[in-house]
């Protein structure tokens, strides 16, 4: 009796131990989602300069978006016979001679798009995905609901997956394209405001709704 | 042996109790900090929802006595901008959305209402325009006293955190919007062409022929339209009954599985969405245009060309127009996709082509090519000029001029009147990670 009380108490200190080191790991592990799009918005400018000093003759290395030691000898040569402040910094001047428009812009749009695709459809038909996000595109067009992606996706209440945090997952390319489809015009519900899964969901108000179209587990509506 | 077993039992049992305790405290501690954040950002959207109703009844009043055009055009010029900020503190107070719909769009048009108004070239309010400023007043009125209600539960220690519930369909809060709904209130209608407006939302088709079809007779028109897909497979998926009605279809083609929409109304092939192949990109953009103007042709859609192209990954984007005696008709755009991996096409997209194409034969370019280019921008270093057909923001065509040209690196397009020379828009090439956009 009294060597298992030892060995409960043992135990239950190991296991009160282990929890602290995880969740501080999490908590140190948790980067910012942004740094994402804003990483990739700088590769592909990064990768067209890489590619115009090639086009020129001053640049020899991989075309990876990465400005190393290689990357930036080029830019100064380059700036050198340009007659340039040589500092191996492309900014308007240098983007200016190199023919290169400085001004890339991540999409955020499309990635909130994306995720709230993934968080409320991954698993349906690519069509299904591309319905959720024109539906979401639709309440941005409607004077009944919020002006902007952002606060359509954030409006509380709006969407289960949002309220529940699946929002936070990553989205796979599935979920970007049809995020991209959607923002390009593709509308399989010709205007629909509203979805719903009909074996889950509880509102008699969505209910009342008038059905336009049954695309895998959802119904859209108007 | 056994008290040192004792005691480490104790001394864990104790460890455990003191980091319970520890991280109770702190993770109470913030929820507690969180949970009033969020019950300030309520109540701060709330009070800001109810000052700019309160702002925009005072504007509409004096409006309602003033004989002085431009003291009534800088009262529209507040009310535009508090009917905006109300709609965005709305959205974000945690109401159910089917009772502020009628109120969020009565904002949202009041601020575009106002717009047109400003945006004309009248010097005063027609008879028309006054009563729909009356009805707007009676409206907002009702809005104010409802919302002052809340204000004042509020101001007495009402708590909106305490009072949600997502386990009903409207919770206490929600309850007390219950006022704002189309059966409480008389929402006035707005009659205008701007933002938000009726007439944008409920669009006339007129690219389709008059002649309906049955699912048999569309599925048939579909496989002759998708006769070079190698298509194994049509099944049926019923049908849209929105503002198209469509046949929908589940083609399988090769290892690409399609949805598939024609109308009812003239048997035409509106949406067509693929799924993107993953190997090498082996099609060149040149080719994925050809591709998509060809498969136009063998919709016997006559004169398509490529008027913009935007490549993501391994998808080319194509926008078709048809061009006819050189003019461009943008408002009957039709986007393809083309998946560079194979050079199948993998999404087609023909909606504005329903809504808007027709025979165009009454239209005027007024102004010639040379006095366009003398309107241009001395900045801008031209590369191209086209006549063409543009859609208008809120609704309706004009005939224009579509100048293409470079400034410090960026692209811009100037679409000019073509019978008035006034410039109708400007727009500029963006560099996105996605590809090119027109913005």
Redesign the interface.
Known sequence: MRRYISVLGISLTIVVLFSFMYSAINIWQNGDVTTNIVEVASITQNKEIQQKLKNLGYYNGAIDGVLGEGSIQAIKKFQRDNGLTVDGIVGAKTAAKLNISLSTQSSNDVYLLAKCVHAEARGEEYVGQVAVAAVILNRVESPEFPNTIAGVIYQPWAFTAVHDGQINLEPNQSAYNAARDAMNGWDPTYGCLFYYNPAVATSKWIFSRQTVVTIGKHVFAI | M?KT??I??????S??CV??GI?LYFNTTTMTGHASTLENVYQKSLYELIDNVNAIEVEVSKMLVSNDYDSQKKSMTNIKQQA?DA??CL????????LI??S??FM??LS?YSTSILNGTQSAFSQEQEKTWQEIYDCIANLKYELNKISLKVSQGYSILENLD?NK?IDGFSQNFSGLTNDSIEYPSMIYDGP?SDGV?NQEIKGLKNETCNEASAREYLSLALKNFAVTEITS????????V?Y?FVVKADNI?Y?A?VTEQGKFLI?L????GDGEIIYSEENAIKTAESFAKNLALENMKCVWKAT?KN?T?VNLAPVVNGIIYYPDLI?V?VDRTNGNII?W?A??YAYNHTTRNNGTFAKSEDEILASVSSKISVNSLKKCIIPLEYGGESYAYEICGKY???TYYIYIDANTGKQIKVMRV?????GELLL
């Open positions: 056994k077993g004792y480490l039992a104790i001394l864990g049992l460890l455990v980091g319970l991280a905006t709609q965005n959205s974000y107070l945690p109401i159910s959305s089917g719909s009628s969020s769009k949202n048009q575009g997502n369909e938000f939302l998926q019923g049908k849209t009954t929105g503002k198209f469509t929908n599985i949805y929409q949406n969405s693929g799924n993107v993501s998808i984007y986007k996709k999404g997209e909606t504005n410090n690196t960026f963006i560099q996105t990670t996605d």
